[in-house]
């Protein structure tokens, strides 16, 4: 079965520093590939995402970025980091349409 | 469409009494639809699905209902349990191009009452 790992799983940063945010996926190979951001007590909004290497798509223009550089690998970027960067990042991979979920980074840019 | 800036509802149950969530959902090209839980402090995991060609599917202890006349969708928990406080979200797989992405609707948070 898939698994999904992301780290760091906890970050705090300051303001105006980058940002790097791993996802790899393990047990399938070829994933859709997903980021979403989750700010405290409210719903998932999709960030990025790829249908393959280097196939990247975004969603909401921001100041971050996603790379993916291998099949299963999943990179989300920032070079500066906002107050409003600050949430819940989930990666997903989607296997015959179900989404799983990794356990998330929490950021807080201060 | 989505309501990610919202803060999220909550419904209250009473331990033992069924309960209903609901969600609405904006666009006619989804032809999947989802439900997911999440725990605090924990990525949302799969309940239940189904397909736009259907209007009811039933797992255990639930069962989702879906009006495309109106766009609606909605999850229904029986017997409902304290391991069932959550946040609970519904979703869409949208399919455009050569792609097809999920978007999340609005979250509902169940808190079970003893």
């Known amino acids: 079965s898939q698994t999904i790992h992301q780290w760091p799983a906890t970050l705090v940063q300051p303001v105006g520093s980058p940002l790097s945010l791993e996802c790899t996926v393990e047990g399938t190979s070829n994933p859709n590939l997903y980021w979403y951001r989750q700010a405290a007590g409210r719903g998932l909004q999709l960030l990025f995402y790829?249908?393959?290497?280097?196939?990247i798509s975004s969603e909401v223009p921001q100041n971050l970025s996603a790379s993916r550089p291998q099949d299963r690998q999943f990179i989300l970027s920032s070079k500066k980091l906002l107050l409003s960067d600050s949430g819940f990042y989930l990666c997903a991979c989607k296997i015959v349409g179900e989404l799983f979920f990794g356990e998330g980074s929490r950021l807080t840019v201060l | 469409g989505e309501s990610v800036g919202l803060h999220l509802p909550t419904l209250s149950v009473q331990e033992g009494d069924n309960s209903i969530i609901n969600c609405a959902y904006s666009n006619s090209a989804s032809d999947y639809f989802i439900w997911y839980k999440q725990e605090s402090g924990k990525g949302p995991q799969f309940i239940i699905d189904i397909r736009s060609n259907m209007d009811k599917r039933q797992g255990q202890r639930v069962t989702v209902l879906l009006n495309k006349t109106v766009k609606h969708l909605s999850l229904q928990i029986a017997a409902t349990q304290p391991g069932d406080s959550a946040v609970y979200f519904c979703a869409e797989n949208l399919i455009y191009s050569s792609a097809s992405k999920i978007i999340f609707g609005s979250g509902t948070r169940l808190s079970i009452r003893p």
């Open positions: 790829s249908v393959g290497i280097g196939q």
